[in-house]
Each structure stands twice: as C-alpha cells, then as structure tokens.
C-alpha cells in the first residue's frame, strides 16, 4: 500500500463552479488509474491554507510514481491551476515496515 497525499486552496469565489465541474472530472479520471484502490478529500472546516486535502491510497509505490508521472496527472493539474488553485503541494508515502496495514480498533493489538 502506498498514499499520494495533495493539498491546495480553493480558487476565487468566481471559479468555484468550474471548480467543482474540474474536480469531479479529475477525480472519475484518478479513480481508473491503475493501482488506485480509495480516493478520500477534505476540506479545512477553519478555512486555514491548505483548505483541501486529497489522499489517493495505491496498491503500491510503483504505481504512485506511475501516475504522478503520467500526461494525465500533469493535463489535469494544469486544468485545476488555470482555474485558479494555488499552494499545491503534494506528497508520496510509502507503507510502514512496522504498521504495514490499516488497523481497526475493535479488538486490533500490537504486540
């Protein structure tokens, strides 16, 4: 398992309909990537930078650089800054060696 993390702030109030158009667009595109297995986003509830928070989980690192090098990652971050997003950043993270899965609480103990 391996995360893609992003983050960015919302554009200005005026591109906030083409916003949500290019979003969902964007996300339907990242969801037939392969190697994708959840998509989660976020939004800051105090409105502090970064406002948005895009976790993609991948079933491996490979798989992550795969995408984030792909004509279709890059097409579709250009169509989101032209719309006026800005402090993007990004981060890849790969599984723990410790914790190399999710946990649940119910009945889940490290030893």
């Known amino acids: 398992m391996a995360l893609f993390v992003m983050f960015w702030d919302l554009p ?9 158009v290019q979003a969902k667009t ?3 595109t ?3 990537v392969p190697g994708v297995r959840e998509f989660r986003a976020y939004r800051n509830p105090s409105k502090a930078t970064p406002q ?3 976790q993609v989980e ?3 690192l490979e798989s992550v650089e795969k995408f984030v090098n792909s004509e279709s990652f890059s097409k579709n971050l250009d ?3 032209k719309l ?11 599984a723990s060696p410790v914790i ?6 119910a009945g889940t103990r490290l030893h």
Do not use: C, R
């Not at 200005?12 to 949500?20: D, I, K, L, N, S």
């Not at 006026?84 to 790969?94: C, L």
């Open 12 to 20: 200005p109030a005026e591109q906030m309909q083409a916003y949500g």
């Open 26 to 28: 964007w996300t339907n």
């Open 30 to 32: 990242v969801l037939e």
């Open 52 to 54: 948005v928070t895009v």
């Open 58 to 60: 991948f079933d491996s």
């Open 79 to 81: 169509g989101l800054k």
């Open 84 to 94: 006026g997003i800005h402090n993007f950043s990004t981060q890849m993270w790969d």
């Open 100 to 105: 190399p899965a999710p946990l649940k609480p």
